[in-house]
Nanobody, 124 residues
Framework: QVQLVESGGGLVQAGGSLRLSCAASGRTFNTYTMGWFRQAPGKAREFVTAITWSGRSTGYADSVRGRFTISRDNAKNTVHLQMNSLKPEDTAIYYC?????????????????WGQGTQITVSS
């Protein structure tokens, strides 16, 4: 069982930056692929980025590539999402997710554990 708690959400102006963190419980954090998803009002939850257990492989949605960076610290059981050049369309609830196994995935259904989400609002 893995419990995930996100932090770092808030309100920011367009062009600004935010850094999200996700703290995970459990001693096997380094065996999980970690991902970030987001859900805007009235829309389905969508993939944002993911990082494999080793940190060697990452992937990004086209909409955030070049602006967002995912990283992880296995010693501290945390994963981070650095978000730069934020746009109003980035406004959403951001969820941290964990997937058992070493393989990268952008498929929402492949993730076993989810955090409660943190709100990001980008004003124009």
């Amino acid at each position: 069982q893995v419990q995930l708690v996100e932090s770092g959400g808030g309100l920011v102006q367009a062009g600004g930056s935010l850094r999200l963190s996700c703290a995970a419980s459990g001693r096997t954090f380094n065996t999980y692929t970690m991902g970030w998803f987001r859900q805007a009002p009235g829309k389905a939850r969508e993939f944002v980025t993911a990082i494999t257990w080793s940190g060697r492989s990452t992937g990004y949605a086209d909409s955030v590539r070049g602006r967002f960076t995912i990283s992880r610290d296995n010693a501290k059981n945390t994963v981070h999402l650095q978000m730069n050049s934020l746009k109003p369309e980035d406004t959403a609830i951001y969820y941290c997710a964990a997937k058992g196994g070493p393989d990268y995935s952008d498929y929402r259904g492949g993730y076993d554990y989810w955090g409660q989400g943190t709100q990001i609002t980008v004003s124009s």
